[in-house]
């Protein structure tokens, strides 16, 4: 298959900086659900692992810039639920067929 996935740079409150694709699932702490990047706005929440403090608390939507589109994207696969994981300590799950809550299989 040929395509190329719309990708953006996902700018944190801490200014940390995350290179993923928009229809990449991410924990929205504001909705209490999984859903794609590309319906989130800036000073949304999502949930993030402070490893510092070792402990889940919310971070705030800088931006989001696009930046084209990626060659290649990957998509870690999980065997076991749930599918979720941590990328750059930020909540995601990674199925993208459809919203869903923290359990969820999509």
Same mark, same amino acid.
């Given at each position: =298959?040929?395509y190329? &996935? =719309?990708?953006?740079?996902?700018? @944190?409150? +801490?200014? #940390?900086k995350i290179?993923?694709?928009?229809n990449h699932l *991410?924990? !929205? $702490? !504001?909705d209490?659900?999984?859903?794609e990047?590309r319906k989130?706005?800036d +000073? #949304?929440l999502? !949930?993030?692992y402070?490893?510092?403090?070792k402990?889940? #608390?919310?971070?705030?939507i ?5 930046i084209?589109s *990626?060659d290649? !994207?990957?998509? @870690? =696969?999980l065997?076991? #639920?749930?599918? +979720?994981?941590? $990328?750059?300590n930020v @909540?995601?799950? +990674? &199925?993208? =067929? $459809?919203?869903? &809550?923290?359990?969820?299989?999509p």
């Amino acid at each position: =298959e040929n395509y190329k &996935d =719309e990708g953006v740079i996902l700018t @944190l409150s +801490n200014n #940390e900086k995350i290179y993923v694709t928009v229809n990449h699932l *991410f924990y !929205s $702490a !504001s909705d209490g659900i999984f859903k794609e990047l590309r319906k989130f706005k800036d +000073n #949304e929440l999502l !949930s993030y692992y402070n490893k510092i403090m070792k402990k889940m #608390e919310s971070i705030t939507i800088k931006r989001i810039d696009p930046i084209g589109s *990626f060659d290649v !994207s990957y998509n @870690l =696969e999980l065997d076991k #639920e749930p599918r +979720n994981y941590f $990328a750059n300590n930020v @909540l995601v799950h +990674n &199925d993208k =067929e $459809a919203d869903c &809550d923290p359990d969820c299989d999509p």
